[in-house]
């Protein structure tokens, strides 16, 4: 089990000209890759690949159920609540995030865990209206970083709209 | 909300609930003062805290309620019905306002004029003393009265805070007055003078009755999130504890082991404390009864007397909250539906009081409840109109229900029999709810009615719901924990031979001993794959575990790929986007960390559509299974060639080793003397070889004052195990071939050599019932379905001199019945499949040409309950399987009986 300081040794600052702008940190992950963002205030732990308990007749989004120190947390397979195929073997770590949502512990199994960054807002846009659905129903909105974009994932319609 | 005021409402809700008690056993003894100061105090302390804490309406009522309690203090007036009514009208108005202020901080809007009219003018009439008419109808003159309080109370009222209070006190108890604290100097001190009062009170109630403060005093209030807070550490901390004691089984030498041992039963005692926290007496759910049961009787016009047997009773507090609704529901049906009108019960020459009984009991790991009236009973003639009413079954399918069966259907949703709806019940919602509840926590519900004697409900809980003993199995490389209360028993299905699974159209099933259990197929109804090599249907690994388990009275078996052990589980409950999986009950972490799922066997039973068919099944498949899992005490010994041999232990009276010098032999007879008298012996399996041989092993077989010796090789061995004969005997002597202790076993026809022995041992010795007045023998009739008992009892009563006839169920005797043909006794088992003997005993009481016929009852488990239903019944006799003495001498006393009535 990483902690989450683990995740988060290096902090950079997009753009740290307009210091006069509003600031949000948030986890970078990757799935596909695709950097997504979650907001920091959000996120319980990291996770290393977990031994996880499948459970049958559960939704696909569901990986399974496993032991975060006693708790018992619901692993949600995001790649799949996204859409996106099964991933190439190897290639990544299978690490996750836990969340808390509505009173009860999830982990995001992702591809991997990448770095906090404090964004400013000027730089966030709202989704295009060409964004992939799913996606769209999943995401807050858009930020512009200099070589990439960051999808904001909003937790709670992540989970949310999962129903058997 | 102010914390004073929460403090107020938590007692105030405490005391209201034992005033409704208390005010009902009140009613019945007026003239206990003991209670009634109680009712007066608890009054008077909701009265002066209000006062206190600024709640004019909620002070007004509870004070001139305190007023009318008063004059019953002082004997000016009776505690009559009328009045008692008038107090409860305060207390539920005193509730109403409280629950207002629970739920806004303030207190609620409202009038109470008319209510408080009526206690004033209680009060005034009788204060006076000069009126004895009752209760008039005051809502014309209301407004008036209220307009105009009496002068006289405004000073009392005034003087609320302080002096009146210790004044009450001491009027009250006198004998406090002198340890109560003068009311004077605490006049600015409302608050001491709450605590004064309240140590005075104790005081008072250590000298009237010392059990109650020693209570008291030793207690603390809670907060029951506190508790359930400890309660999920210590059941980590027990789940820690397994997961320690798993690494330690795993080593051998390590010096952690006896800390870990020491800690092992720390956490145990832990456990088994923190649980007793969250124990509460059942009478805390029953407090509520006696007022619901003497409102139902005053407005239906009935007279119901409440009995409330071990109130003391401790279950965990969540599961006694699941309880509560359905126990208020039943006992509300009972008094509703069951007790009839006095002048009914006078008619059906019944007391006119009914009576409610509430048990509450321990056994084995369960609570059990019982609800018994003795009012009429479920009608079944009303249940089978209801039922065509409302197509739940045809009128073919009622003709071969059995009064049990019918009296299932009222367990279905929307299913009342009440001819009239009343404001207690009848609206149709009601058992399935109750059942549903009660099968939610694992329980089980029971149903025993008798037409016009009454009826009982038995319910049956587990202690708690917090930690549950759960076997653990493995279906498709999956683990899963299955609750321990359910499951009756494994069985090991091979691919071959007996024990294996068949198939009915694709659907799999197994004979468990006289039934045919369905089964399910775990890896199927969960969508998981099958692991390469096991298949069902054909050949593939060999063995498969069938979990049998038991829902309500339907018992199924789940097929899994592999039993692992029992554990203790912390239930815990799953995440919200699992919760519409009807198969999980929960999930859990096991000793070695790993998160696994509860399996729901209600759900399994409900998504394989079986549980429409578990109200049809649920009686003769429930009482199979109790006659399926008697296990018998066999004696095993060696003898002859092949198998180890068996009989059952009740037919031997004595083993003897006896010398084989003292053996003698008489006309190609042996004989032995024995207890002054003379013993046929004979060899097993026609020669035991007694060359060489000191002494040999025997097991003497006694009827009457005649005994019979079987010489046998060597005895084995005593042991318990399930009978079922498998394979039929075809040589003489053997019943047949059954599998004990793991191996092929004979068992041995007892009658079979008794009779080789010369009949004549048997037929002349003087007590003989049968022969002395030289009648012809005696005809029995024998029912029972299984051929074991068939084939020894046979033998048996033939010996004894009766003519035998045996049939293997009711339905053919029934079929002789009709054919004209007489006995002179019947003995029936009790539990058979198509029809059970308390069926074929009413079947035949009622009405056949056999309804004069002696019956006698053979069960394997003879309680006192079984005995009181198959005397209700008919029977007339009532004998455990294996008692061979009592079965002849009831045999010969029960004919004797009818021969001189007849």
Not at chain 1, 128 to 136: E, F, G, M, Q, Y
Not at chain 2, 181 to 189: A, I, L, N, R, V
Not at chain 2, 439 to 451: A, D, F, Q, Y
């Amino acid at each position: 089990m990483s902690g989450f300081s683990n995740a988060s040794t290096t902090r950079k600052k997009e753009d740290s000209s307009a210091s006069s702008d509003q600031c949000s940190d948030y986890l970078t992950i990757i799935i596909s890759g695709q950097m997504f963002g979650i907001p920091v205030l959000q996120i319980q732990d990291v996770l290393g690949p977990q031994k996880v308990t499948k459970i049958p007749l559960a939704p696909p989004e569901v990986a399974g159920s496993l032991n975060l120190r006693g708790r018992i947390v619901t692993a949600i397979d995001v790649r799949r609540r996204l859409g996106l195929g099964p991933a190439e073997a190897g290639k990544n770590r299978n690490m996750s995030v836990v969340v808390e949502h509505e009173d009860e512990l999830y982990s995001l199994v992702i591809d991997r865990v990448g770095d906090v960054l404090t964004l400013q807002t000027k730089n966030f846009e709202s989704n295009p209206p060409t964004l992939d659905p799913a996606w769209r129903n999943v995401s807050v909105g858009v930020y512009r970083l200099e070589k990439e974009l960051l999808i904001v994932l909003d937790v709670s319609r992540l989970l949310g709209s999962i129903k058997i | 909300m102010d914390d004073l005021i929460a403090e107020f409402l938590t007692e105030t809700n405490e005391s209201i609930e034992s005033i409704d008690a208390d005010l009902v056993t009140l009613e019945q003894n007026p003239n206990d003062m003991d209670l009634l100061s109680r009712i007066f105090r608890l009054m008077h302390t909701i009265k002066g805290t209000c006062g206190f804490l600024g709640l004019p309406r909620l002070e007004t009522v509870a004070h001139r309620a305190e007023n009318v309690l008063g004059l019953f203090r002082d004997g000016v007036l009776d505690v009559t019905p009328e009045y008692v009514t008038l107090i409860f009208e305060s207390i539920d108005r005193i509730k109403v306002i409280i629950a207002g202020l629970e739920e806004t901080g303030s207190e609620p809007q409202g009038d109470d004029s008319g209510l408080i009219a009526r206690l004033d003018h209680v009060y005034e009439s009788r204060g006076g003393g000069d009126s004895d008419e009752p209760m008039p109808d005051f809502d014309g003159t209301a407004q008036a009265v209220e307009s105009a309080p009496p002068v006289e109370m405004i000073p009392e009222i005034s003087a609320e805070g302080g002096g009146a209070e210790a004044q009450g006190e001491t009027e009250m108890i006198p004998s406090v007055s002198e340890e109560a604290p003068s009311g004077g100097t605490d006049q600015e001190h409302p608050p001491a003078v709450a605590k004064a009062e309240e140590k005075s009170d104790s005081k008072s109630d250590a000298q009237g009755a010392p059990k109650e403060s020693a209570v008291s005093a030793q207690s603390l209030r809670v907060n029951v999130e506190t508790l359930e807070n400890l309660m999920t550490l210590v059941s980590e901390l027990v789940l820690t504890r397994n997961q320690l004691l798993q690494i330690l089984r795993a080593q051998k030498e390590t010096e952690f082991s006896t800390p870990l041992q020491r800690l092992n039963h720390v956490v145990s005692d832990l456990q088994e404390g923190v649980m007793k926290t969250r124990m509460q007496p059942i009478g805390n759910a029953w407090s509520k009864l006696p007022r619901i049961i003497r409102d139902i009787s005053i407005e239906l016009g009935k007279k119901v007397d409440l009995q409330m047997i071990g109130q003391e009773t401790e279950l965990d507090r969540q599961v006694l909250d699941m309880i509560k609704d359905p126990l208020t529901h039943m006992v509300r049906n009972s008094a509703d539906h069951g007790i009839e009108n006095p002048e009914e019960r006078l008619a059906a020459g019944k007391p006119e009081t009914g009576t409610i009984t509430l048990h509450a009991y321990h056994e084995g790991g369960h609570i059990l409840i019982e609800i018994a009236d003795d009012g009429k009973g479920l009608s079944t003639e009303r249940i089978r109109k209801k039922i065509l009413e409302k197509n739940l079954a045809t009128a073919a399918e009622l003709d071969s229900m059995s009064v049990q069966q019918m009296q299932q259907f009222i367990f279905r949703a929307g299913f009342s029999t009440a001819e009239k709806v009343t404001s207690v019940s009848g609206r149709g919602v009601g058992m399935d709810v109750v059942r549903t509840n009660i099968e939610k926590i694992g329980g089980s519900i029971e149903l025993r009615s008798v037409e016009g004697k009454g009826t009982k409900f038995i319910i049956k809980i587990p202690l708690t719901l917090a930690i549950v003993s759960a076997l653990i199995v493995e279906a498709g490389g999956e683990r899963f924990a299955i609750p321990q209360l359910g499951v009756r028993e494994l069985v090991m299905a091979s691919q071959t031979g007996q024990n294996r699974i068949e198939m009915i159209n694709g659907a799999p099933v197994f004979r468990l001993r006289d039934h045919l259990l369905p089964l399910v197929t775990l890896r199927d109804i969960l969508g998981l794959s099958a692991p390469e090599s096991a298949n069902l249907a054909d050949g593939g690994r060999g063995n498969r575990y069938v979990v049998v388990t038991q829902v309500g009275g339907y018992l199924f078996g789940i097929i899994v790929d592999r039993v692992f052990d029992t554990e203790e589980i912390v239930v815990k409950p799953v995440s919200c986007i699992l919760k519409n999986i009807d198969l999980f009950s929960g999930n859990t972490i096991l000793g070695d960390g790993s998160v696994i799922m509860i399996l729901d066997p209600a759900g399994i039973a409900k998504i394989t559509g079986e549980v429409e068919a578990l109200e049809n099944v649920g009686a003769k498949v429930g009482e199979g299974r109790v006659d399926a899992r008697q296990k018998t005490s066999l004696l095993l010994f060696r003898a002859g060639h092949g198998a180890p041999k068996a009989v059952p232990l009740s037919l031997v009276s004595r083993l003897e080793n006896i010398k084989t010098s003292t053996i003698e032999s008489t006309g190609g007879n042996m004989l032995v003397q024995y207890r002054g008298q003379l013993m046929p012996l004979v060899p097993f399996d026609g020669g035991v070889n007694l060359d060489g041989v000191e002494e040999i092993p025997v097991l003497v077989f006694t009827d009457g004052v005649r005994s019979m010796g079987l010489v046998v090789e060597e005895i084995v061995d005593i042991l318990e195990e399930y009978v079922e004969v498998q394979i039929s005997g075809n040589s003489g002597g053997l019943l047949g071939t059954a599998i004990i202790n793991g191996k092929a076993t004979d068992v041995i026809d007892v009658g079979y050599y008794v009779q080789s022995v010369n009949r004549e041992w048997f037929k002349t010795h003087g007590d003989d019932p049968y022969e002395k007045d030289g009648q012809s023998r005696r005809r029995v009739l024998l029912v029972d379905d299984s051929p074991f008992f068939r084939n020894m009892l046979t033998p048996l009563l033939s010996v004894a001199g009766y003519e035998v006839t045996t049939l293997e169920s009711p339905l053919a005797a029934l079929k002789l019945c009709d054919e004209g043909r007489t006995f002179d006794i019947i003995v029936s088992d009790i539990e058979m499949p198509e029809m059970n003997g308390f069926q074929f005993a009413e079947k035949v009481r009622s009405g056949s040409q056999w309804q004069g016929t002696p019956m006698v009852a053979l069960t394997s488990h003879a309680t006192p309950q079984d005995m009181d239903r198959g005397r209700a019944a008919g029977f007339t006799g009532y004998i455990a399987k294996f008692d061979r003495e009592t079965l002849l001498s009831t045999l010969a006393q029960t004919l004797s009986e009818y021969g001189e009535a007849s």
